[in-house]
């Protein structure tokens, strides 16, 4: 009975996601993200623990995961590295625990924003689509699910 019982146990040890650990994001990591995903959708989310409305629309990220399983959903925190416990914490409590996680880890943060855009000065939330063709969107302020649904129905699928 205890064979059974280890054998269940470690079935659905191995059914629960494992939390995604999150990742120094510093110079020249947003084109490494960008060159991994070459040739298919990726949606890269930017929040903060300090961003009121970041942490409010945490639950439709993962509503819209569920109705868009097709969508390849990155997050980055402008938080340091150094509350990773925090965030990793944060994103488990909104059912993100396995989404791919990043962090700030440069003080330079000017520096980080200028890479993934140009114009962009800190503004949270923050949502950049990136198409198959590595073509860039911006989308500043709360996410409207519609918006992402009809991008993601233009790209024709996320995952490989």
Do not use: N, Y
Request: charged share 20%; aromatic share 6%; with cysteine.
């Amino acid at each position: 009975m205890t064979r059974l019982a280890a054998l269940i146990l470690a079935l659905m040890l191995a059914a629960v996601p494992a939390a995604a650990e999150t990742r120094p994001f510093v110079k020249g990591s947003w084109s490494a993200m960008v060159q991994a995903h070459a040739g298919r959708p990726l949606v890269v989310h930017f929040w903060s623990l300090t961003c009121a409305p970041c942490l409010a629309e945490l639950p439709v990220w993962r509503e819209l995961r569920r109705r868009h399983p097709e969508m390849t959903l990155v997050m980055v925190a402008t938080d340091s590295i150094e509350d990773t416990a925090r965030l990793e914490r944060t994103l488990a409590r909104a059912g993100l625990s396995d989404v791919a996680s990043w962090a700030f880890a440069d003080d330079f943060v000017q520096r980080l924003r200028f890479e993934v855009d140009g114009t962009w000065q800190g503004e949270l939330p923050m949502t950049r689509l990136i198409d198959r063709h590595g073509d860039g969107r911006t989308l500043v302020g709360s996410l409207t699910p519609s918006v992402l649904a009809d991008w993601l129905g233009r790209q024709g699928g996320g995952r490989p």
